[in-house]
Nanobody, 115 residues
């Protein structure tokens, strides 16, 4: 089983920045497509950003230009740099790993953007 552990969430003021990290277990990290999803109370979980094993990225329109996903295969870690944060970004952020029809989820980390 793949274990994913998110960190870096917290409370930040509008306009501020946070960097989320997701550390994965195992030796096959480099083959996974990694993604960040978020879910606010009463709303559906949505894709925020994803990065393939080849380094291709996708972003939700709502975060383009503000968020950047990256990965460090040597550290089995994927990051989400979040800049210019807005109250609408408040949610639990989940790390996801996917490969050949299998999907794994982290426990989530809370991001709250509030003044």
């Amino acid at each position: 089983q793949v274990q994913l552990v998110e960190s870096g969430g917290g409370l930040v003021q509008p306009g501020g920045s946070l960097r989320l990290s997701c550390a994965a277990s195992g030796s096959m990290f480099s083959i996974y497509t990694m993604g960040w999803y978020r879910q606010a109370p009463g709303k559906q979980r949505e894709l925020v950003a994803a990065i393939t094993s080849g380094g291709s990225t996708n972003y939700a329109d709502s975060v383009k230009g503000r968020f950047t996903i990256s990965r460090d295969n040597a550290k089995n870690t994927v990051y989400l740099q979040m800049n210019s944060l807005k109250p609408e970004d408040t949610a639990v952020y989940y790390c996801n790993a996917r490969v050949v029809g299998m999907s794994y989820w982290g426990q989530g980390t809370q991001v709250t953007v509030s003044s």
